[in-house]
């Protein structure tokens, strides 16, 4: 592969900031900018065929960090270190997080959000399309159980199941429903994966469920809401927020509810402990 020596360069801060690392350092920058140089091509490569589930597993002790992290834990593409973010207000509301902290999922949650309301979709459900990936912005394993446990304190309980189920429904599609499962999960996980009996589990207790619908929603509107050009605000969704959301006084973090630490930990990510 071929290195773009002035983008490598540039990522890092420039060629002074270069000479300020040690050698070790820019090795480590060097196997992380030609690991993502890679899993761009390989995402972007058109009629490359997909990797099987061996290969996918094969691939983790060539980098540098875990699949599962947090994305607001990780610098942005290009970038050998993290920005520092600002402080956040005393009371932190949902407004706040989204303007301040989920800074990588916003886009899309938002994105998701537009579709379900012009498929006219009840206002529950625009919420959970809304919220259905921020906990991303925390971690990225099992996202979809880490998601409904934030909000379950502030939520409706048919938007807070939306959030959970919409995971496992992923693996699964629904022809009838208008979702087909995406050529990105066969890159991701590899042509040939197979869903865990947990997660086969979850999607035949959620089939069932009367409020299948509502989670099934929340992964057709999630599924197409990638586009990097589309210009999209939270304005449309504040009186959906007002009405569906009850915001502690507190500020979220600081209302003593069994998930404080939760929204503490995406408040302040910097914390050494």
Partial sequence: MELDRRRFIAGLGGAAAVGLMSHEARADALEGFLNAELSDTASSASGGGFPTAAEVQAQISSRTYRSGIG?????????????RLAEMPERPQLLDFFEMRF???????????????????????????LLHDVSQELLRTEHGYWGAQMFEPYVPERTAFAIRYHQPLRFFADDEAGYQYPDLYRRVFGYDYVPAP????????????RWYGAAREVTVSDLYAFDPNA???????VDIIGRHFRAPAEGLGFDGSPVAHMWRTINFPDAPL
């Fill in 103 to 129: 800074n990588r999922t916003r886009n899309h949650c938002l994105q998701s959000a537009t579709k379900a309301v012009q498929r006219g979709v009840d206002e529950e459900i625009v919420l959970a399309c």
């Fill in 71 to 83: 994305q607001m834990f990780m610098p942005d593409r290009g970038n050998s270190t993290v920005a």
């Fill in 198 to 209: 947990h997660i086969q589990a979850a999607y035949d207790f959620t089939r069932k469920h």
């Fill in 231 to 237: 210009v999209v605000s939270i304005e449309p969704f």
